[in-house]
């Protein structure tokens, strides 16, 4: 599976923290592919499984801290 590497990133984020999100940041490809990163991403603490799981169920909205629907809200904020 793709992911963007934003969205790993904050995924990274909310579970490791900062600074594993950072240095994650210098590692990873913009596209993150689950299958060809598999060993990458396990060398950030990440379980493939759980961010396919985030991925496939609406982002980092359903994090804690997550963006929740703040695009959808400034949509309505700007009239879009």
Known sequence: ???DKDLVIGFIRSKLG?????????ALPDQVDTDRDGDLLSRFGIDVGDLVKM???G???NLP??????AGKLGKLFGR
Do not use: F, Y
């Open 55 to 57: 991925a496939t169920s």
């Open 1 to 3: 599976m793709q992911i």
């Open 65 to 70: 801290g997550g963006l929740g629907d703040a």
């Open 59 to 61: 982002g980092l909205g």
């Open 18 to 26: 900062d600074s594993k999100a950072v240095e994650a940041e210098g």
